[in-house]
């Protein structure tokens, strides 16, 4: 079995973090929002992945040789943005008629990825969400058998949002049905909807069945990403009790934390809900509920609910921020 996991999007609702820095590959508890999910894959023994790339792909594919060595993947480029309907059907050539785990590239969800695969038909992860509007909407039978699928439906009929994880069996008649939707037209905001060509598989007498994740993660906007970086840390240290021990000498560490390798901190309070990337430097500083990317430079600071990039350079008092990467503030 194969996976494709889209990562070609530009995480505009993330900019200016993501002027420089993939959605994908920003730090959340120890980790990238890419590498939860391909570990979640890996050890439910899937061990072919292919990977749809775009915006600043390059430095996905980096990170890919870097991190996965011995993984086996191919990647496929998305020149233009066009939607996820359009970056799955130019896996079609990768894929063939293998049953494929398609998970969307922003999507870190709390579910059972080996139960999924091992279910005689395919299936759509499921959430219940208080406004449905702006996802997916699956509308199902008691047994929950999917009897149809739209697109941010203006007047919902069901609560239960897609949130971006698919096991399609089907995988044939996906391409087809994603083919014939692209020839035909784009959806009214110019791109293609994988929900879309999902709903003509129904429609064509194709079964689909949704299972419920236990939590849903969004990491598309900076307060849900920094709230999934707490709720993560928090699940990591609940799973390894007594691990969290760093020495920093003067700093003091309020847990959960992670703290990445190469770091230089002193004088500081870092926590709770801090995860820092590695080879930064902090000092004199009080940081809590924050993401702090990979070579920053923190002196003299006050952080709470905020983003820093990598290479970034901060010196003064600040509550909250969200910048970029390879960017120099002095707030003296």
Not at 54 to 76: C, N
Not at 156 to 183: C, Q
Request: aromatic content about 6%; glycine content about 8%.
């Amino acid at each position: 079995m194969k996976a494709i996991i889209p990562v070609a999007g530009a995480g505009t609702k993330l900019r200016p973090l993501t002027y420089t820095q993939p959605k994908a590959l920003i730090p959340i508890a120890g980790k990238t929002i890419l590498s939860v999910i391909v570990d979640q894959l890996l050890d439910a023994g899937i061990t072919e992945f292919v990977f749809v790339i775009g915006y600043l792909g390059e430095k996905i594919q980096r990170y890919i040789a870097k991190t996965y060595p011995h993984l086996s993947y191919t990647l496929v480029t998305q020149n233009d943005r066009r939607g996820i309907g359009h970056a799955i059907w130019l896996t079609r050539d990768a894929i063939g008629d293998d049953e494929v785990m398609i998970v969307l590239g922003d999507t870190v969800c709390d579910y059972n990825v080996k139960e999924v695969v091992s279910r005689p038909v395919s299936q759509i992860g499921v959430r219940k969400v208080d406004d449905p509007r702006s996802f997916g909407v699956a509308e199902l039978s008691e047994k929950d058998v999917v009897m149809k699928m739209v697109e941010k439906p203006l007047i919902p009929k069901s609560n239960m949002a897609m949130v971006g994880i698919y096991y399609i069996k089907e995988t044939k008649a996906m391409y087809a049905s994603l083919d014939k939707h692209l020839h035909n037209r784009a959806d009214e905001d110019g791109e293609y909807h994988l929900t879309n060509a999902l709903q003509h598989m129904v429609e064509s007498g194709i079964k689909f069945e949704a299972f419920r994740v236990n939590n849903w993660f969004d990491c598309g906007k900076k307060e849900s990403l920094l709230s999934t970086n707490a709720i993560l840390l928090k699940q990591m240290a609940d799973e390894k009790p007594g691990t969290q021990e760093y020495a920093f000498g003067t700093t003091v560490i309020i847990p959960p934390v992670s703290i990445a390798e190469g770091c230089n901190i002193s004088h500081s309070i870092i926590g709770p809900n801090v995860t820092i990337g590695e080879y930064t430097t902090i000092d004199s500083s009080i940081i809590k509920d924050s993401i702090i990317g990979s070579y920053a430079e923190l002196e003299e600071v006050v952080l709470n609910s905020s983003i820093i990039g990598n290479d970034a350079y901060v010196r003064g008092l600040s509550q909250s921020l969200n910048i970029g990467d390879n960017t120099e503030i002095d707030l003296g």
